[in-house]
């Protein structure tokens, strides 16, 4: 098959560009011919040698997880990996995505729009909270606003006003992923930094992926759930990954924090780790995912 490799782009690009490294060995290895296109460069896409059988997405944030690379793939009526236009934009926008699934019966946190300036003004909601971009992934940008933690540092921020706050939850950390309406399995994370930020996610060598193992059946349960019913909601296609938080003072009860559309295939990134657990390698998972995309 002939596959055009969409990676790198303008947001999260380190990120996509290690994920596209990897899946570009493992298309390679499945025996496809593959085309690598840099995300800067989409608008090469429309040329006629790039006429290809699929186009496995690799990017990750802005245009290329938002719905808008989407609808041009559409027009160009190539099949392509993960979400369409429309489950892609709503996911991405994180307010807008809770208010849906919290409408399908699914636990999400207490959130407030706020910009910048109104968090360095005046607390918009009681301490502890977390300061979120509403389209931001990778936990860029994030911050947890706790007693200690002077406002001030977010002056160089002030201009910035696409930010939400949320209620910062204690508990374990958790993700779900989901291929074609099916759920894959199930992991914790353990991280030495205070949230499961960016250095925790793809540097820090002290981060630990774990099955869940003190976890009840009803959580368990409920994880499923609810993960599956996200992914439903905003009408999800091919591979997502949803993330959690089971409180501390809460354990059978869950509450999701989002669902990722074009989630990362780093060797660090946490669905190849779920699909390893499950007894499938990267090769097969990449495999899967083509799948789901020409049918």
Do not use: W
């Amino acid at each position: 098959m002939k596959i055009l490799l969409l990676m790198g782009g303008d947001t999260e690009r380190e990120v996509s560009l290690m994920s596209g490294k990897e899946v570009f060995k493992s298309l390679n290895l499945l025996g496809h011919q593959v085309v690598k296109v840099d995300g800067r460069d989409y608008k090469f896409l429309s040329h006629e040698d790039y006429k290809m059988d699929l186009i496995f997405n690799a990017l990750h944030g802005g245009i290329g997880e938002n719905g808008v690379l989407q609808g041009f793939f559409d027009d160009l009526k190539i099949p392509y990996t993960g979400s369409g236009v429309l489950a892609s934009s709503l996911a991405m926008n994180k307010i807008l995505a809770k208010k849906i699934f919290a409408e399908s019966g699914i636990n999400v946190a207490k959130d407030k729009l706020a910009d910048i300036n109104d968090v360095i003004e005046k607390d918009p909601m009681s301490r502890p909270y977390v300061l979120k971009p509403i389209d931001g992934g990778s936990s860029i940008d994030i911050e947890i606003i706790d007693k200690n933690f002077d406002t001030k540092i977010l002056t160089a921020k002030k201009n910035k006003t696409n930010y939400f706050v949320e209620q910062f939850i204690e508990g374990k950390e958790l993700s779900v992923a989901i291929i074609d309406n099916e759920i894959l399995g199930i992991i914790e994370i353990k991280y030495v930094e205070n949230f499961y930020n960016y250095n925790a996610k793809y540097k820090a060598s002290e981060t630990k992926y774990v099955l869940p193992k003190n976890i009840s059946s009803i959580a368990r349960e409920k994880l499923n759930k609810y993960a599956l019913s996200a992914h439903k909601s905003l009408g999800c296609k091919g591979l997502t990954r949803a993330d959690f938080i089971l409180p501390i003072t809460h354990p059978d009860d869950p509450v999701l924090l989002e669902i990722n559309t074009l989630p990362g295939l780093t060797t660090h990134s946490l669905v190849p780790k779920i699909a390893n657990n499950c007894g499938i390698s990267y090769d097969n998972l990449i495999a899967k995912i083509i799948h789901g995309a020409i049918n």
